[in-house]
Structures are given as structure tokens and as C-alpha cells.
């Protein structure tokens, strides 16, 4: 992969002009949002200054003067300053140019994400969700294998009573969370039988063999497996139709890979390879490709952090190539008959 360096030679000699004008863009609505601000908080202490000095010091006369000055100020705000336009640009200008720069086989839709259709497909989740959206969908071929990951949100709604919006009196639905994170979807370039699930579980490590018989008996995702690197055991349950395939999958290789993965991305992670198709879901806690207007848009780190994100995606797709992991099994899959 391309380094940074090179990106940022890049980024001066093509798009330093577009970039600037972008940045002046994000640095006035960020003025006069603070210059608003201060003539709010001014009228409110003028007003509360005029109170004292008359001698008729009431919080109505504060509080009525921030309902009348407020929503003006916020009015004018989002009127004439406000630029939401801002983060789906620089994703544009920015992630669209590096995803280029890296590897001309992808491309960047910054408002899209994996289809439910494939999320359903993966049978990882088994609660249906009410809510579902994402953004910063990358699809193309890595080596020759098709893939597509995006950010995903997905959740459902509690079933109890919703609460009410003090302010709007309206009920508020609580969404209970079933997703939220990195979800990829890659064609497999192994042939194999049955499904495979490599499921995130701590209950070996929670309750040891107690543990281990309640994974045994969760037929749902076909046979259970005991994988022998204990480390993996300890985090991981897997599952598969055909039990003599799914141990020969669990490579020593493989094995150290998803550890590894887990580890860095210092989130759950979820596996499984179904009817030709492997799909990744990794638990995290970061939002991919995050535009922060507080920070100038021109920084050289701004912008490496979306060149660490996307190196950490494709790291994600290169550690779990099944070609690679395979090969360090003597027979791999077809080796079995």
C-alpha cells in the first residue's frame, strides 16, 4: 500500500487549491457561529446587567429574553452561515482521491452501505432490526476478489413503554443496539461444503467448561468445534457443518490472524463464510472517516487519520484472505480426501 507521504505529495501538487477554498469554507461558519454566540451570551448579560441596575432583578426577565434571542440567533445561524455541505465535500475531495490514490480498482460512495440483504444473508445476528443505515461504502476487487464493507448502524426497538421528550411532550422510541461498526462482504476465493461461523464469546472464559457446554449445544449454527489454541478458545466459538472442514479451516495461521484482528481493533468480531461469500463484522466503537470541523480541514494529521482508516480496512481483508490462510495447512480444504 501507498504510504502517506506519498499521498500528501500528492495531495499539494493536485488538490492543495480545492482543499483551501474547502477549509476558508469550514473556518467562517465556524466564526460566526463563535461571533453569534457572543452577541447571545452578550444581550442575555445586558439583560440581566439592565434588571440589577432598575432594582427588578427576576429570572423571567432573563429567561423571557433568551426564548425571544435564541431562536433569532439560531435562525440567523443556519440561514446564512451554516454549511452542512462541508463534510460530504472533503469526503468527496479527501477519501474519494486517497481511495483512488491507493487502489484505482476501488470506489468511494461516501451516503451508501452494505445492503441489508447481505447482512441478513450472514446469519450472524439473529434479531431482526427496525432501524438500519450506514455510510462510506468502498466496493471494487482486492487481488482479483470482489468485496464491499461500509459503515453499519443497526438496531431494534425496546418493546417497552417509550419515553417522552420533556421538551415535545412526544414519546421518544428506545433503540436497543444489535450493530454498530465495520461490516465486509467478500467473495470466497475456497470452496467449501457447508457454513463456517466464527462466532465473538467469552463464556469459555467466563465459566470455563460450564462455558463450553452451553456453546456444545447450540445447534443453530450447525456442529461446535473446540479449537486448539487456547487463546483463540478462550475468545472465540466456532461452528460448522461440516465439522472435519471447519477444524481443518483453523489453521495455527488463520487462528493468530483473527486474534490479531481483534486485538487491534480492540472490538468483537464476527465471522462466518456462507454459499460462497465471506462476511466480517467487527464491533467497533469508532466512526470511520469522521470529518471534525472543529480541527482545520488542510492539517496533514486530519487528513492521515482517513489514511489510517482505510489502511486498517484493507488490513482487515489482506489478514483474512482464506488463500493465505489455507496454504499454511498442509492439505487445506480439498486436502481431505
Known amino acids: ?141 482486492i487481488e482479483g476478489i470482489s468485496v464491499q464493507f461500509s459503515e453499519l448502524h443497526v438496531a431494534y426497538e425496546a418493546k417497552e413503554k417509550p419515553r417522552k421528550n420533556f421538551l415535545t411532550n412526544k414519546e421518544k422510541k428506545d433503540w436497543k443496539n444489535i450493530f454498530d461498526g465495520l461490516f465486509l462482504v467478500a467473495d470466497c476465493p475456497i470452496e467449501f461444503n457447508g457454513n463456517i461461523f466464527i462466532l465473538d464469546d467469552n463464556l469459555y472464559e467466563k465459566l470455563g467448561h460450564l462455558g463450553t457446554l452451553v456453546q456444545k449445544h447450540h445447534f443453530y449454527y450447525g456442529q461446535y468445534i473446540l479449537p486448539v489454541n487456547h487463546r483463540f478458545r478462550d475468545k472465540f466459538t466456532v461452528y460448522a457443518e461440516d ?44 466512526e470511520i472517516f469522521k470529518v471534525n470541523l472543529n480541527k482545520s480541514l488542510s492539517k496533514a494529521e486530519h487528513i492521515k487519520g482517513f489514511y489510517n482508516d482505510l489502511y486498517y480496512m484493507l488490513t482487515i481483508i489482506d489478514d483474512l484472505n482464506a488463500d493465505q490462510f489455507l496454504e499454511s495447512s498442509p492439505q487445506g480444504v480439498h486436502g481431505l480426501e
Open 1 to 141: 500500500m501507498k504510504t502517506f507521504a506519498e499521498f500528501k505529495t500528492h495531495l499539494e501538487e493536485q488538490l492543495k487549491e480545492d482543499l483551501d477554498a474547502l477549509e476558508q469554507r469550514r473556518y467562517r461558519m465556524r466564526y460566526w457561529r463563535g461571533r453569534l454566540g457572543g452577541i447571545l451570551a452578550g444581550i442575555i448579560t445586558l439583560s440581566w446587567a439592565l434588571a440589577y441596575l432598575y432594582g427588578n432583578v427576576s429570572l423571567y426577565i432573563i429567561l423571557g429574553t433568551v426564548l425571544i434571542t435564541a431562536p433569532i440567533v439560531f435562525f440567523v445561524y443556519r440561514k446564512y452561515f451554516l454549511d452542512e455541505t462541508i463534510p460530504e465535500n472533503f469526503k468527496d475531495l479527501i477519501v474519494k482521491n486517497l481511495i483512488n490514490f491507493v487502489d484505482p480498482s476501488l470506489e468511494y460512495y461516501a451516503e451508501d452501505f452494505v445492503p441489508y440483504d447481505n447482512f441478513e444473508a450472514s446469519k450472524l445476528f439473529m434479531l431482526k432490526p427496525d432501524n438500519y443505515y450506514g455510510d462510506d461504502l468502498i466496493k471494487g476487487e
Open 243 to 286: 465439522k472435519l472442514e471447519g477444524e481443518k479451516l483453523l489453521t495455527e495461521a488463520f487462528m493468530q490472524k483473527i486474534l490479531k484482528l481483534r486485538k487491534n481493533s480492540k472490538s468483537r468480531v464476527f465471522i462466518s463464510i456462507i454459499e460462497g461469500k465471506i462476511y466480517v463484522a467487527v464491533n467497533m466503537k469508532k
